[in-house]
Nanobody, 129 residues
Framework: QVQLVESGGEMVQPGGSLRLSCTETIQRMRLEIYSVGWFRQAPGKEREGVSCINGADGGTIYADPVKGRFTIARDVAKNTVYLQMNHLLPEDTATYYC????????????????????WGQGTQVTVSS
């Protein structure tokens, strides 16, 4: 059993920044071994991939809408993956989820949500003035 927990979501003004965290709380999965993806889902829209970090080498992938604004990173000691979001836009409003595919490289599964087997409960990000 794996328990991923997201945190850090809140309401922020356009142009603002947030840092989301994804932690595996039961310590049965080391996030530096397996890839972790961030996804988001806005009301009425399909869940979409935002970013992913390789378990094997820390390599990263970003969806085009967030390139240059979002940064994914991990803290091995804290078993936590972060999503730093800068220059936020109203269209970034969504529930953000982290998930793992239990594989070492994102290219094998991301950005298809159904390829990821373990999910967190999500954290809400609202960008509004």
């Amino acid at each position: 059993q794996v328990q991923l927990v997201e945190s850090g979501g809140e309401m922020v003004q356009p142009g603002g920044s947030l840092r989301l965290s994804c932690t595996e709380t039961i310590q049965r999965m080391r996030l530096e071994i397996y890839s972790v993806g961030w996804f988001r889902q806005a009301p009425g829209k399909e869940r979409e991939g935002v970013s992913c970090i390789n378990g094997a080498d820390g390599g990263t992938i970003y969806a085009d809408p967030v390139k240059g604004r979002f940064t994914i990173a991990r803290d091995v000691a804290k078993n936590t993956v972060y999503l730093q979001m800068n220059h936020l836009l109203p269209e970034d409003t969504a529930t953000y989820y982290c998930a793992t595919d239990w594989l070492k490289y994102c290219k094998d599964t991301w950005p298809i949500p159904s390829n990821f087997g373990s999910w967190g409960q999500g954290t809400q990000v609202t960008v509004s003035s």
